[in-house]
């Protein structure tokens, strides 16, 4: 009984590392057709002719993701190692996105991925990076709970590819691949999907601390209350030698 807790609050990074294997999976078989020369295709032509920012999308992803999940262990948040993890964290969030915007903007993207999508692309990309900085800025002064709402929005965007997986997959299994329109609805839904659960965790979070802040703060007087009730009441002075008692 007493390990309950502690299983419990693995239960949300190892759900987020779930939700992230299709994406590592196929980010690791990309990296295994680049680096041992796999089949050149109309499909993935575009990442042989220029590797590098694919690469570069590819690892910054999978170690933000995984890592990222780690983070959200309170246990882990309470050690030194969040903090250490963290300056892996942010840097690799921010190659992922940064490189997603590169690629977004220098490929010769599929048909399928029309103008609608490539908008969505550049504003959640640019979102995820300017979210990092924000939290980074906001750790360096202090502020702990701007720091962990930012990288909690930041991660939301970075796992859209996960969620992105489950807004396909009932569409593409009842009605076949999607046209244009709808692959740009599907894809915009992962992100807009995590985005909202990702304020809901942090609206929760931030009124957690607030109700930990009142009974602290509720705590402290009560004890100065009971410290000023038993302290010994001061005694009345003796009156002077020769003073008139009648």
Partial sequence: MTDSPRRREWLAPAGLIALS??????GSFRLTQLTGGGPVTAENARFFDSPV???IHIVG??????LGALQFAPSLRRRRWHRV????????????????????????MPAVNGPALMVM???FGTAMAGAIVVAFLAIRRGDVGTHSAWMTRAYAIGLGAGTQVFTFLPWTLALGAPGEAMHAVLMGAGWVINLVVAEIVIRRRARSARGRTGHAARTGRTRRA?????????????????????
């Fill in 226 to 246: 009971g410290r000023t009730a038993d302290a010994p009441a001061t005694a009345a002075p003796a009156p002077a030698a020769g003073a008139d008692l009648s």
């Fill in 121 to 123: 692309r550049l504003g």
């Fill in 61 to 66: 992803s999978i170690v933000f993701l995984v």
């Fill in 21 to 26: 294997l299709v994406p590592i999976a196929a």
């Fill in 85 to 108: 993890a963290g300056r892996i964290v942010a840097p690799a969030g921010l190659l992922s996105a940064l490189s997603a915007l590169w690629m977004t903007l220098a490929y010769q």
């Fill in 53 to 55: 920012p694919v690469i």
